[in-house]
């Protein structure tokens, strides 16, 4: 978790023609709409497996709803866009009592969840959220927001889904895998940004560029990993 006191580096890029900020707090900030973007939440992934008798820690929901409060205190966001996976599961709604809390505090900003895989499962949050909810794609000026990868004909994709990892490799065979963004024609993919949600290797290919994320930071990694 990045403390609000600890200055960031956002990472400056343009897609679409837009001006954008890769955030480390692994969220993008669209300056020209006044929106962030946020993908794969999972809130209430720790609580479902606890319910299924998994000893995971607790506290990742509150976590998460703490690194939103932060992100909206600095931006001052007029929406949100959820890429999806909002809810992890039908067991997570044990947590809706502290996001309805959090939502509160932040009445003034318009929400916007476009559908993932997870919000088939979990359901539609409950209208008290007032978080409007919709299917991919969701056309947002130049942006198509959509959980899934994919391509557009005629709008830059913003997506989420895979939770993009790299892995970085340094001298005595030692080696760090880091939550990434990951760009290619046409299409971006967003890193997770719930605490627990693991991630997926994403190995280069032609015309994909890796913007890293550790610590306080973003920055741009060479096209052909090593």
Known sequence: MISANLPTSPFPIRWADEQLHLLPERALWWPGGETLFVADLHL???AT???LGQPVPGGTTLENLARLD???ARHAPQRIVFLG???HAAQARTVLAAVEAWRIRHA???M??????HDSRAGDPPASLAIDVVDEPYLLGPFACCHHPQTHATHFVLAGHLHPVCRLYGRGRDSLRLPCFVSEPGQAILPA??????GWLMEPAPG???HGVGGAAVWALPATLP
Do not use: M, P, S, W
């Open 44 to 46: 209430g992934k720790a």
């Open 49 to 51: 497996y606890r319910a």
């Open 70 to 72: 932060d992100l909206i």
């Open 85 to 87: 996976d909002f809810l």
């Open 108 to 110: 003034g900003v318009a």
């Open 112 to 117: 916007t969840l476009v559908r993932g895989n």
């Open 193 to 198: 940004f719930g605490e627990f949600t693991g």
């Open 208 to 210: 994909r560029q890796f």
